[in-house]
């Protein structure tokens, strides 16, 4: 039986998982410029030491309420297809990882979870109001629930997204500890 570990990351009341072989680093303190006119879940652009990377709110795309940042925000810089092998992105990342790196917006890291992959089991339509087209699954902890994000689904639903004329006005953030 093979074991899995996930990145727990808090947003709202939600508990989510990223596979731990998606990530490649969470930054404390970011900075990040604002982009007119694009894609309802883009929030921004980050230089990451001389490496532009696309800022994103995965909230937009689960259908919850925005992030707004505050001291236990973080950014979540994912890895990108050619850092992934392609074997281990095909069973894990739910889709394409795309060529260019990305940071998700979330509100905290919890842990890191190590669970036997039997223990991820499928995800009920609706699991706490978040569509199940954007999770590989569940696991059940002691106290709550970890809904595993598929990230591949999760960056394709943002590339759907687009503004409307009553899409929340976007800002530059800058996270102060």
Do not use: W
């Amino acid at each position: 039986m093979a074991e899995r570990q996930f990145v727990s990351l808090k947003m709202d009341e939600h508990l989510f998982g990223i596979d731990i072989l998606l990530v490649r680093e969470i930054i404390r303190e970011f900075a990040f410029t604002p982009v007119e006119h694009s894609l309802l879940a883009v929030q921004g652009l980050l230089n990451l030491r001389g490496q532009i990377i696309t800022v994103l709110d995965p909230s937009c795309v689960l259908g919850m309420t925005p992030r707004e940042l505050g001291p236990g925000s973080r950014c979540l810089i994912l890895k990108t297809a050619a850092e992934v092998d392609p074997d281990v992105a095909a069973a894990i990342a739910g889709g394409d990882l795309g060529a260019d790196a990305v940071g998700l917006i979330i509100d905290g890291v919890a842990d890191v979870v190590t669970v036997d992959e039997t223990e991820v089991d499928s995800p009920p339509a609706n699991a706490n109001g978040v569509d199940a087209q954007y999770l590989e699954g569940v696991v059940k902890l002691d106290d709550s629930l970890l809904l595993v994000l598929k990230v591949g689904g999760l960056l394709a639903g943002a590339g759907e997204m687009k503004v409307t004329a009553d899409s929340p006005e976007r800002g530059g953030h800058v996270l102060v500890p």
